[in-house]
């Protein structure tokens, strides 16, 4: 898990782009692994650095992000 936070108001954010900064920081603060997962300034996971991320909510308990706000479903 990343230390880096995905910020609420990041109109990037809602969008997958290019725009790398955040994700490069993210997997910089974890050495050997080949992606870690974000969350946002509520403390929510939202994404991965690399991968898409899938969740069966019955196996995890994750607090993740509701259907808004900074999350691309889908």
Excluded at 12 to 35: I, M, N, S, W
Excluded at 36 to 59: F, I, K, Y
Aim: hydrophobic residues 40%; contains cysteine.
């Amino acid at each position: 898990m990343a230390g880096v936070r995905l910020p609420d108001e990041d109109p990037l954010a809602a969008h997958k782009t290019t725009h790398r900064a955040v994700y490069d920081r993210a997997l910089q603060e974890c050495p050997g692994f080949d992606d870690v997962l974000l969350r946002n300034e509520r403390g929510e996971v939202t994404e991965s650095a690399v991968a898409n991320l899938v969740v069966l909510r019955t196996l995890l308990e994750l607090p993740l992000a509701p259907s808004i706000g900074t999350i691309t479903w889908g």
